[in-house]
């Protein structure tokens, strides 16, 4: 007996069992395409809303942000985003006075230095190493639910960008009704579901069935899913907001003027370079570090388990050589964001191809119709890009789902509950580390203090004294 038992293989069950099988993913042109669309919910509003308050120069900011695209898509293989800095954006349109085009430059470049000298000694790939996973978790949730709460807004209620306020509720019907807007998530649903088909090749074993009725139904369901899957939705979602562009205000191909506007560089003063620091850089900066750079490197490694982890160093090297690059020009500020990798794998990215194809139509844009191309903007369906950007953050904030003990999930969801109601990510991110840290003191030795040994001796001397 004592042999048998020695010689029975000891069978051990995964913690966590991963459904994936590297090289058996399946890429289409189509849906490298329909990918691409999909951080457009983000990048159409803030871009539109700079147009229209800050002078931001369109057609400079297409042309970089194109080049950006191509060389990220290429550079790193992976879906990677090209997104608005978004507290730069926000203090620039909402503030009084706003930001001039060379504040919004200057905030820029003082967010790229200092995560390009973060990556550059190193410094980032540290922190990343040692910044708890719960409290990573914690910014992409909240990070995804302020996507989600903003697209609500998008698609109940009318936009004026130019204030950035929602005025009055959105009508049932019309080319930008209500109606449209559910419609266009009922359609995103239908062919897409919750995200996860085609993220892991299903397969079912006709001849290990006990029912052939049953294998043949499964068999039915496998190929119809697949064939939904297969469908461009996000792309045809954003076309069709495209074609009713033109539909809602046709003077628009009067307004149309062909070519680029004249690229030249920024006069940067000093006022410029303290005014874009004090405001717009200091509350950029730590958004920058933990979700253009940490969350962004731990969801590659979500979404794509069989590829190498995104370098936290490159990533963040890459932030500040595109904004040395385009900022001096007029371009707008950008980093890469979780939001944006997650919203374009949930509608069929898989690799660097596209934002490449991306930055192929940004770059035709730029160059063809230039500034005017504000027009067609102006007029694009708000509740479709409220949709676009609801399946976005609704996929950032599903990557939180791995925390596993009620610990990590309550410095998780302490994390994401003060950057909501906080409005700041760097707040809820300490509060985060913090809450982490006395968890971990809690649970701590203390037999060094001399508390141990205290306590082991208390308890025997009140052990004894119990025994009669």
Known sequence: MEEQRQQTPTITTPLVHHNHRPGRRKHSLVSELSGAVGDLGTFIPIVLTLTLVSNLDLSTTLIFTSLYNIATGLLFG??????????????????????????????????AATLFLLGLTGLMSFFYRFIPLPVVRGVQLSQGLSFAFTAIKYVRFNQDFATSKSTSSRPWLGLDGLLLALAA??????????????????????????????SGRRLRLHTRLRILSAIPAALIVFLLGLILCFIRDPTIFNDLRFGPSEIS?????????????????????????LNSVIAVCKLSGDLFPDREELSATKVSISVGVMN?????????????????LAGQYRFGARSGMAVVFLGLGKLAIGLVFGNSFVRILGQFPIGILGVLLLFAGIELAMASRDMNTKEESFVMLVCAAVSLTGSSAALG????????????????????FGVSKFWSKSSAEDMDDSVP
């Open 265 to 289: 560089v920024l006069k940067i003063t000093w006022d410029d370079w303290k005014v874009g620091f004090l405001r717009a850089a200091i509350p950029q900066i730590p958004l920058s570090v």
């Open 429 to 448: 991110f300490c509060c985060g580390i913090l809450l982490f840290l006395l968890l971990k003191l809690r649970s701590m030795e203390c037999s060094r």
């Open 185 to 214: 998530i009922l359609f995103l649903v239908l062919t897409t579901g919750s995200g996860d088909y085609g993220n892991h090749n299903q397969e079912f074993d006709i001849d290990n069935t006990d029912d052939v009725n049953n």
């Open 78 to 111: 992976l879906p990677m985003p090209v997104q608005p800095m978004k507290s730069i954006a926000a203090v620039a349109v909402s503030e009084s006075p706003h930001l001039t085009t060379s504040q919004i430059a200057a905030a820029g470049l003082c967010t």
């Open 324 to 340: 040395f690059v385009g900022c001096w020009f007029g371009a707008m500020p950008v980093c890469h964001g979780a939001g944006g």
